[in-house]
C-alpha cells in the first residue's frame, strides 16, 4: 500500500492562519497526510478552529537557518504551504532550505498590503530600508496570490512573473460559507452577549497593533497616524453624531491578536463624555462584523472580510502620509476617509440614513480548490 504524501502547514501571523486553516480537512479528505506547524499568534487562530497544531517552537533551538533545517529533516515533508510574516523569519527559512533540500513551496499571500517586505532580509518595521534595498532573498517554489491587482504590484515589486500564481485567498471560501450559514438566532444570541440594545447602531473598530510594529513616533512619522489616535477619532465622531442626531450607538473595539491589553485600556480611559464602548476579544471578529451597522478600521483584514458579507466599511486614516495600504481605496473601489468632516459625515450618512455602499469587486471563487489543484501539479 502507497504511503500517503505528507503536508507540512505552517503559519505565524492571524492572517498566515487563516489561509491555511481551510486547507486542512480538505487535503486530509483527499487522503494527505497533514502536519499542522504554528507559532505565536497563528497558535491562538488554529485552536479558535479546532485545529491540533504543533508549536513549531518546541522542535527548534532558536530561529536560525540551521535550525530550520533540522527540523525539515524531521519531519521530511513531501510538500510545503505557508503564510508570509512580515515580522518573523521561520517562514523565510522554511522556503530557503526547502529550496536546498529539494522540497517544493507555495505561499500564500492574506493581504494587498506589504508585498516585498515579506520575501526580504526586513521586517515590516524596516520598510525604509526595505523599500531602498529591495532584495528578495527568501522566495518559495510558488506565491499565491488574491487576483490579478495583486499579481501586477508584485510585478512592479520586482518578483518574476513564473513564480506568482493566482487561486485567491483560501480565507474568503470560509468568510462566504460562514456567513450564509450563520442564522438570525446566532445573530441576535451574540447582541445580548454584549449587551446591545435593540435600539443602538452597532459600529465596530477593527485596530491594529502600529505602535506595537513602529512605536509612537515611528508610526507618526511613518504613516501620519496611530491605531490609538484614529480609534479616538472614530469616538469623537460617534460623540457628536448622537449628539447631533439622536442616535444611540454602541461602539465595539476589536483589538488586533498582537496588541497589549494596557494599551486597549488607556484608549478606552482616555476617552471623555457619553459613549457605550466595549472591548471585545473573544467573540470570533466575522461574528461581530455581521451584526455591525458598520465596520471601521485602517486598512484591517476585517474590513475586507466585511466587504465579503456585504456589510458597509469605513477606511479610517486621517494624517495618512504614505501611499494607501488599503488595497480597496487604491483601486478606486472605496474611498479612505482622510479628515474628521468626512469622518463625520460619511458615518452620520450610514447610521443615520442608511445609504448604501455599492462595492463592484467581485471576489475570486474555489481559492482551496485552486490551491491544491496546483499543489498536486507539483507534488
Given amino acids: 500500500m502507497e504511503t500517503a504524501k505528507k503536508i507540512l502547514l505552517f503559519s505565524r501571523d492571524p492572517g498566515g492562519a487563516n489561509t491555511v486553516i481551510p486547507l486542512v ?6 487522503g494527505y497526510e497533514v502536519l499542522v506547524f504554528g507559532k505565536d499568534a497563528a497558535l491562538k487562530k488554529y485552536q479558535a478552529a479546532g485545529i491540533k497544531a504543533i508549536d513549531i517552537m518546541d522542535h527548534l533551538n532558536g530561529i536560525s537557518l540551521v535550525e530550520v533545517g533540522y527540523f525539515l529533516d524531521g519531519i521530511a515533508p513531501d510538500f510545503i504551504i505557508t503564510g508570509t510574516s512580515a515580522d518573523d523569519f521561520v517562514e523565510k527559512y522554511i522556503w530557503d532550505r526547502a529550496c536546498k533540500k529539494g522540497i517544493k513551496t507555495f505561499a500564500i499571500l492574506d493581504q494587498w498590503v506589504n508585498y516585498g517586505v515579506r520575501f526580504s532580509p526586513y521586517t515590516s518595521a524596516e520598510l525604509d530600508r526595505y523599500n531602498q534595498d529591495k532584495r528578495h532573498e527568501y522566495q ?13 504590484e508584485m510585478l512592479k515589486e520586482g518578483f518574476e512573473t513564473d513564480r506568482l500564481v493566482v487561486t485567491g485567498q483560501p480565507h474568503f471560501d470560509y468568510i462566504k460559507a460562514m456567513a450564509q450559514s450563520l442564522s438570525e438566532k446566532e445573530r441576535f444570541d451574540l447582541r445580548s452577549r454584549l449587551n446591545i440594545k435593540n435600539s443602538q447602531k452597532t459600529v465596530l473598530f477593527a485596530s491594529e497593533p502600529i505602535t506595537e510594529c513602529y512605536g509612537d513616533i515611528n508610526s507618526r512619522n511613518y504613516w501620519g497616524y496611530t491605531e490609538i489616535g484614529i480609534f479616538l477619532e472614530l469616538a469623537d465622531a460617534c460623540k457628536n453624531i448622537q449628539a447631533n442626531e439622536g442616535v444611540d450607538i454602541k461602539l465595539i473595539l476589536r483589538p488586533h491578536p498582537k496588541e497589549k491589553p494596557d494599551k486597549i485600556e488607556d484608549m478606552i480611559k482616555s476617552i471623555e463624555g457619553e459613549l457605550d464602548i466595549a472591548v471585545e476579544y473573544k467573540e470570533e471578529s466575522l461574528m461581530l462584523a455581521s451584526i455591525s451597522d458598520v465596520v471601521t478600521g485602517l486598512s484591517s483584514m476585517l474590513l475586507i472580510e466585511a466587504m465579503i458579507i456585504g456589510k458597509p466599511i469605513l477606511s479610517i486614516q486621517i494624517g495618512l502620509s504614505k501611499t494607501d495600504p488599503f488595497v480597496f481605496s487604491r483601486k478606486g473601489i472605496t ?32 481559492s482551496v480548490e485552486n490551491v491544491i489543484n496546483c499543489m498536486e501539479k507539483w507534488i
Fill in 25 to 30: 480537512e480538505p487535503l486530509k479528505e483527499k
Fill in 140 to 152: 518559495p517554489f510558488k506565491i499565491l496570490v488574491m487576483d490579478e491587482y495583486a499579481k501586477d
Fill in 335 to 366: 474611498s479612505t476617509v482622510l479628515d474628521r468632516g468626512s469622518l463625520y459625515g460619511q458615518l452620520r450618512d450610514l447610521l443615520v440614513l442608511g445609504t448604501p455602499q455599492n462595492h463592484s469587486y467581485k471576489f475570486p471563487e474555489s
